[in-house]
């Protein structure tokens, strides 16, 4: 069992930046790649960004290429989603997840991610 808490959300102005953390207790990090995902009002659940258990692997979503970066410290238990040049359209709930198939992989179907946050308000002004 694993439980994710996400923080860092906020109101920020198109340009600005954000970053978002989600902190890991209970099974060890390491075992579990995560991802992050996000819901607009209206819309599904759509990935953002994966990493693998080691960090040599990242996958990011089309729309935010370039501008998102993802990373981790398995020793804090943490991932983090660095978020900038922010566009209202990146308004969302922002989910953390980790996944549970084998940790070397990076996963963008929310089918595959076995644990979830509670999610973290995003919310950019234009």
């Known amino acids: 069992q694993v439980h994710l808490e996400e923080s860092g959300g906020g109101l920020v102005q198109a340009g600005g930046s954000l970053r978002l953390s989600c902190t890991a207790s209970?099974?060890?990090?390491?075992?579990?790649?995560m991802g992050w995902f996000r819901q607009a009002p209206g819309k599904e659940r759509e990935f953002v960004a994966a990493?693998?258990?080691?960090?040599?692997?990242?996958a990011y979503a089309d729309s935010v290429k370039g501008r998102f970066s993802i990373s981790r410290d398995n020793a804090k238990s943490t991932v983090a989603l660095q978020m900038n040049s922010l566009k209202p359209e990146d308004t969302a709930v922002y989910y953390c997840?980790?996944?549970?198939?084998?940790?070397?992989?990076?996963?963008?179907?929310?089918?595959?991610?076995?644990?979830w946050g509670q999610g973290t308000q995003v919310t950019v002004s234009s």
């Open positions: 997840a980790a996944a549970g198939g084998v940790s070397y992989r990076t996963y963008d179907h929310m089918g595959q991610y076995e644990y």
């Open positions: 990493i693998n258990w080691s960090g040599s692997s990242m």
């Open positions: 209970g099974r060890s990090f390491r075992s579990y790649a």
